[in-house]
């Protein structure tokens, strides 16, 4: 424990003589960022470790079929994470200026609106898999692994929607550790059911369904435990301080206002952010269903690598809108300008590692000859691209603590469909071949970065912040 004090004390000292981030504000990041990067890691792992065991165990064609599936799932849960955006800007604001009724009143909203996103969804996935994998999917063995996946998998969705709020909340008031603890039990609990499931009754890709939805509603069963401000007797895990109360006012016509107004450019960033896997997918169908598994295992390799931007992210709007809360602008422009150039630092250096042993994880999740070597190109590619993610997302973060949301939706937008799209499709027509596809992955993530950065640069959200705050509000 000493070595490791002494380790982490020179290393703050390395970053501030560097310029990268002062030692106070490095403490309050790393402080919220750690437990949210061990969170994201969790949540992400659960696709992860499907698609792993589902790989390992049935082959490619399965690959192919989750990576169908993996795309409706995650447009609905993009859906929950632009909601939940907007929630946590305005909950640490209010959190922030002191004005706690006003914050619970918010997380009511958020779970209200949750719900009439959710359950419709939820439904749909459930009753329609089969004709919606068919969209996407020619491969009948890969749309029958991935229709199949996708009818177990649409409950979890709309436990999914409720733990983003309840982990957001958290995030918002300063508690990371909570939802940490939480979320990976419930990765831990997926790989055990999963594993079950699969390796000991052979159930497959139905086993690795049922594995990540009866572990997410367990992880919701937990968290709303402390949602509602009930203790759980052990310093791990902590109430909220914005409990949820089942009688007093059920809506708030101004606070739901702010909440969409906010959320909405969230949402839809997300979600187009979510269906642009469909047409790259159609056109890595069209390269043979290796190809498509290979750009799946890359995707997956990303977007774990991508946990530390779920820290820097959410402590990013934590701090930022904590601050505005307090009327210090430049108290949160200090926070956020520090978190972008340490999450540039630490995004180089995890990707340089991923880099580096590529093909050992790719053999992670497949053990054919052909598809480890697709697989191989797409986790590199997805190494580089994740830096200039990680950089987004912490402007983003920013941003979003501002409640400054319309310039992230359109950096997405332009990035994905203006540059990204047109680049992957061309492979298609001319002899890039699959290089679009490795120019698509690298074109959506530095285009949308290049715009947040930018726009964090000019200030213009500190006066965006100032109609969300609590001072806002008449009387």
């Known amino acids: 424990m000493r070595r490791a004090r002494q380790i982490g004390h020179a290393l703050a000292g390395l970053l501030e003589r560097a310029g990268v981030i002062e030692r106070e504000h490095l403490a309050a990041t790393v402080e919220l960022a750690w437990p949210r990067t061990v969170t994201g890691f969790a949540i992400m792992s659960k696709q992860a470790v499907d698609l792993a065991l589902v790989g390992l165990t049935v082959g490619p064609a399965a690959v192919a079929g989750l990576a169908f599936a993996n795309a409706y799932w995650l447009v609905g849960k993009r859906i929950g994470i ?11 604001q209010n959190y922030g200026g002191g004005a706690d009724e006003r914050a619970s009143l918010v997380v009511k909203q958020s779970v209200w609106v949750a719900l009439a996103f959710a359950l419709p969804v939820a439904l749909a996935y459930g009753l329609f898999a089969r004709p919606l994998i068919d969209l996407v999917g020619s491969d009948p063995a890969a749309v029958g692994h991935g229709a199949t996946y996708l009818t177990f998998v649409a409950p979890g969705l709309l436990f999914e929607f409720l733990n983003l709020i309840a982990s957001r909340t958290y995030a918002g008031v300063g508690d990371t550790r909570t939802p940490m603890v939480v979320r990976a039990g419930g990765a831990v609990l997926n790989i055990l059911i999963s594993g079950v499931l699969i390796f000991g009754l052979g159930m497959g890709v139905t086993g690795a369904a049922i594995g990540t939805t009866v572990s997410t509603g367990a992880t919701l069963l937990l968290i709303t435990w402390g ?20 009688g007093g006012p059920q809506v708030d016509l101004s606070l739901a ?51 530390f931007s779920w820290g820097f992210s959410i402590a990013a709007s934590t701090l930022v809108g904590q ?16 978190i972008l150039r340490l999450s540039t630092a630490v995004y180089a250096a995890v990707s340089l590692v991923v880099l580096l042993f590529a093909a050992p994880i790719a053999g992670l999740f497949v053990n054919d000859p052909g598809t480890i070597t697709e697989a191989t190109t797409f986790v590199r590619v997805g190494a580089l691209s994740a830096v200039a993610l990680g950089i987004d997302g912490s402007a983003t973060g920013a941003l979003r603590g501002a409640g400054d949301t ?70």
Do not use: C, H
């Open 257 to 307: 206002r702010q909440l969409l107004t906010v959320s909405t450019p969230l949402m839809v960033r997300r979600v187009t952010e979510g269906l642009v896997i469909f047409p790259l997918l159609a056109i890595a169908a069209t390269f043979g269903p290796l190809v498509v598994a290979g750009l799946e295992v890359g995707r997956r390799v990303r977007q774990l690598a991508t946990s």
């Open 323 to 338: 601050r505005l809360g307090q009327g210090d602008e430049s108290g949160a422009e200090a926070y956020g300008g520090a």
């Open 227 to 246: 949602m509602f401000g009930r203790s759980y007797g052990t310093r791990l895990l902590q109430p909220s301080p914005v409990a949820l109360r089942l």
């Open 406 to 475: 319309r310039w992230p939706l359109v950096a997405s937008l332009l990035g994905r469909y203006a540059v990204g799209l047109p680049l992957a499709a061309l492979g298609t027509v001319t002899a890039l071949g699959v290089t679009g596809l490795y120019l698509a992955l690298v074109a959506e993530t530095v285009v949308p970065a290049a715009i947040t950065t930018w726009r964090f640069r000019t200030n213009r959200w500190k006066v965006v912040s100032r109609a969300y705050r609590p001072s806002s509000e008449p009387g």
């Open 82 to 92: 632009g909601l939940t955006g907007g929630a946590v800007g305005l909950v640490s």
